[in-house]
Structure formats: structure tokens, C-alpha cells
T-cell receptor
Framework: GQQVMQIPQYQHVQEGEDFTTYCNSS?????IQWYKQRPGGHPVFLIQ?????EVKKQKRLTFQFGEAKKNSSLHITATQTTDVGTYFC?????????FGSGTKLNVKP | EAGVAQSPRYKIIEKRQSVAFWCNPI?????LYWYQQILGQGPKLLIQ????????DSQLPKDRFSAERLKGVDSTLKIQPAKLEDSAVYLC????????????FGPGTRLTVT
């Protein structure tokens, strides 16, 4: 069945360092969304990618969707303590969302 | 606009008891999702409604879980009887329609089964 894998599971960085999380799907996706979940909170939407090879930026965050629409990445430049949380990708196919297992980011000040 | 409302926020029950969760989506959102999020994992879709019809419930353990969305607005998820492995956060999310667009999540109900 459809699977969405996400790596790494955890990432500890020093404030100011960069961070990247990767998402891979077993099948081609219609689109992919990224969410951030703060400790004790609920997932909050960050962005949606639809087109093959699409790249979108939000301030220090850069999101990419692979050419084959099977993988995606989120890159944070110069992390800040406010970036702490778990980042999830959610692949969309056949009218269903498939969430990755998330990457938990810890930022040391 | 008001967000997705869920209640209760926390629930502790013993195994074999029953429990019900309630969700009120954002007004006008046709699509409603129930997710189960076990600690340290991503949300797992249990059931998806489009208005008051079920779109997908392939991962809903139907021998113990049931859900309804009467009148296509708020929704209830029930577990009867609960098992220890049902301990998780149950998230409700809504979306304007099934097409493109973000999911808005509620605060969730944290269920502990002892």
C-alpha cells in the first residue's frame, strides 16, 4: 500500500545551523503538504506543493517537490529556537492524505 | 473565523469501557477527517467524510470504532470497547473541499486507556 517515509527521525542542531528533512513516497503523489507540530500542539499547515520540480520559499524555509513527484524536502536556513517542533510531510493521492512519521527538530541556543 | 473545536481535551478510561469524541469543523468546510496520532508517530487517517457521506474508512477498526457526521456538520467518533493500544491523541481536521487546500486541525483529544 501507499507509504510515505520521512528522515531523519530526530535532528539536534545548534542555533544558526541549517536543517533539512526528507520525505519519500512509494508512489507518485498528486501533491504534498508540510505541517509543523509544536510540542503539545496540533499540526499547523506550512505549504502545499503541486507541480513537478516545484520550489517554494517562506522566509528561511525552502520546500521542494521532486521531478517524479515522489519525494520532497524542507530546508530551514539558520535555525532559531522558534523552529523547534516536529515537521510532517503529508502526501496526497486518491483523495487521501498519507502522513510521514515526522522529523523532530531540537534547536540548542 | 473560528477554528476546529474538539471535546473533551483529555479522557482517561479503563480498557473495555467506551468513549466518544466530538468535533465541530470550521463553518462551511465540507471535508472532515479523524486521525489517530500515537506518541512519536505521524497522524494516521481513520475516516474521511465529505459532507455527511463517508469517503474513506479503510483504516478504521470497525469492530470497535464508529463515526458519524449527521447533517454534514459536526462529527462524533466512538470507541467501544477500548483497548490499551487505543491510547493516542485523536485529531479532527477539516478542509473546505476535497480539492487543493490546507487541513485545519483541532487541538485534539488525548485518550489514555488503563
Amino acid at each position: 500500500g501507499q507509504q510515505v517515509m520521512q528522515i531523519p527521525q530526530y535532528q539536534h542542531v545548534q542555533e544558526g545551523e541549517d536543517f533539512t528533512t526528507y520525505c519519500n513516497s512509494s508512489t507518485t503523489l498528486s501533491n504534498i503538504q508540510w505541517y509543523k507540530q509544536r510540542p503539545g500542539g496540533h499540526p499547523v499547515f506550512l505549504i502545499q506543493l503541486v507541480k513537478s520540480g516545484e520550489v517554494k520559499k517562506q522566509k528561511r524555509l525552502t520546500f521542494q517537490f521532486g521531478e517524479a513527484k515522489k519525494n520532497s524536502s524542507l530546508h530551514i536556513t539558520a535555525t532559531q529556537t522558534t523552529d523547534v517542533g516536529t515537521y510532517f510531510c503529508a502526501g496526497y493521492n486518491f483523495n487521501k492524505f498519507y502522513f510521514g512519521s515526522g522529523t523532530k527538530l531540537n534547536v540548542k541556543p | 473565523e473560528a477554528g476546529v473545536a474538539q471535546s473533551p481535551r483529555y479522557k482517561i478510561i479503563e480498557k473495555r469501557q467506551s468513549v466518544a469524541f466530538w468535533c465541530n469543523p470550521i463553518s462551511g468546510h465540507a471535508t472532515l477527517y479523524w486521525y489517530q496520532q500515537i506518541l512519536g508517530q505521524g497522524p494516521k487517517l481513520l475516516i474521511q467524510f465529505q459532507n455527511n457521506g463517508v469517503v474513506d474508512d479503510s483504516q478504521l477498526p470497525k469492530d470497535r470504532f464508529s463515526a458519524e457526521r449527521l447533517k454534514g456538520v459536526d462529527s462524533t467518533l466512538k470507541i467501544q470497547p477500548a483497548k490499551l493500544e487505543d491510547s493516542a491523541v485523536y485529531l479532527c481536521a477539516s478542509r473546505r473541499d476535497r480539492g487543493l487546500g490546507e487541513q485545519y486541525f483541532g487541538p485534539g483529544t488525548r485518550l489514555t486507556v488503563t
